[in-house]
């Protein structure tokens, strides 16, 4: 006999549109809900879970470790420096926003807020203003006149207007336009090579106050960094560059998840901070224990442990959009942990419909419902909503693999429960 909770899936498998009753969870007995809810805790608790309070001083630790090794970085920059300065970094993502998993080694991600260096300027180039939203960005460079400041304080030199000027402290203190330029724009391989090579110079200066070992990884759009400690254990750390687009909370990064990373002058939008902003909102407000985050790192483990988990067409970043869209279009009292294997087929559904009309809708960019807290520009809140499947519609080759990646999913999740029938 089939399990009624598994209905959802069912109707996944056979390619027929789930009944509007399938979200109704009245009609179904208690008991078979409980039985895999069960199965599912028990699974969660063996193969996915960090313990929380383990991961969130990862977290803390993480954050301030990195924080140490820009103000080094900082320390190195000389008195007239023409290089970009550093802000602490910001953490986001899956480990900040609390459903990184034990078993995968996803790194733990930090935004670095890029600021110019006096007497300089960044302008974000993007479509925004001009109705489309975008998802790349220029930064333009500009040289801004400091005279005044030169005159009265003495501690600048306006290269605007004395460029024959020599810079007086060492190479270092080479100008920003010639070195990490590319035509007037912030070239972002150059920018995070160099960041790269002041943060081995941070680490010689430091690794005395730290009982670890730090071997960098090599990438050329985000700084990766192993940290070795003595218990065995190690993780991954993503320093991620980014400009701050106006005083937005949008960023353009280096890099950002799975995706292919800025090349050249092309920086990649982010709405990272709005999404770890929208996860404490919704952990602020949703029933104790709640189901939301155990919900995603359990399809999250499926998907990276299925066969087709090496050049996946479907990212983590595609389950997180459709769970944070579930989380608005249900009450919040809804994601009690006693309704998690509901939710999870919920995501899985979700996820198979837009797959089928190859239509998933940004979380962000045009949601007209996004709660208020959370700080998008009105251009971009009131903007055609963009299609992260838009790939898909135009390739049926990746939509058939696409397809075929969320049936695994759907499967394991199946096997899972019929081997807790035996
Ligand atoms: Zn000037």
């Not at 939203?133 to 304080?153: F, W």
């Not at 899985?348 to 949601?367: D, M």
């Amino acid at each position: 006999m089939d399990r009624p909770c598994f209905k959802i899936c069912r109707s996944i498998e056979n390619h027929v549109p789930p009944k509007v009753n399938e979200f109704d969870d009245t009609d179904v007995e208690p008991e078979a809900y409980e039985t895999n809810n069960t199965m599912l805790e028990a699974f969660y608790d063996s193969c996915v879970e960090l313990d929380t309070s383990d991961l969130s001083s990862l977290c803390d630790f993480v954050e301030s470790f990195v924080n140490d090794l820009l103000e080094e970085c900082r320390k190195a920059l000389p008195y007239q420096n023409t290089l970009p300065l550093m802000e602490n970094c910001i953490g986001v993502d899956s480990a900040f926003e609390g459903w990184h998993t034990q078993k995968l080694s996803k790194p733990f991600a930090v935004l670095v807020p890029l600021l110019p260096p006096k007497g300089h300027s960044f302008q974000i180039e993007s479509s925004d203003s001009e109705g489309g939203p975008s998802k790349h960005g220029h930064i333009l460079v500009e040289m801004e006149c400091v005279c005044k400041r030169e005159r009265l304080l003495g501690d600048v030199v306006c290269f605007l207007h004395h460029p024959e000027q020599e810079l007086s402290e060492d190479k270092q203190g080479a100008f920003l336009l010639h070195v990490l330029c590319t035509s007037s724009h912030l070239d972002a391989e150059k920018t995070v090579h160099w960041f790269q090579s002041m943060v081995g110079k941070a680490w010689n200066n430091l690794h005395h106050k730290y009982n670890l070992e730090l071997t960098p990884q090599p990438s050329s759009t985000t700084c990766r960094l192993k940290l070795a400690f003595p218990s065995g254990r190690s993780i991954l750390v993503d320093i991620i560059l980014g400009v701050q687009q106006g005083d937005s909370l949008v960023f353009l990064v280096s890099h950002y998840g799975k995706s292919d990373g800025a090349k050249g002058t092309i920086w990649l939008k982010t709405f990272a901070i709005q999404e770890l902003l929208f996860f404490k909102w919704v952990s602020q407000r949703a029933p104790e224990r709640s189901c939301h985050l155990k919900c995603l790192q359990i399809l999250i483990y499926f998907k990276e442990s299925s066969p087709s988990s090496k050049n996946p067409v479907l990212t983590s970043y595609h389950y997180k959009t459709c769970l944070m869209h579930l989380l608005l279009l249900r009450p919040l009292s809804d994601w009690g942990p006693e309704n998690i294997a509901t939710r999870l087929q919920e995501i899985l559904l979700y996820l198979h419909t837009a797959l089928r009309k190859k239509y998933l809708e940004h979380f962000l960019i045009g949601n007209i419902s996004l709660p208020i807290q959370i700080p998008m520009p009105q251009v971009l809140r009131s903007a055609e909503p963009l299609n992260l499947f838009e790939h898909l519609a135009v390739d049926p080759n990746l939509h058939a693999e696409a397809m075929k990646e969320s049936m695994e999913v759907v499967e394991r999740v199946r096997a899972l429960c019929s081997e807790h029938d035996k």
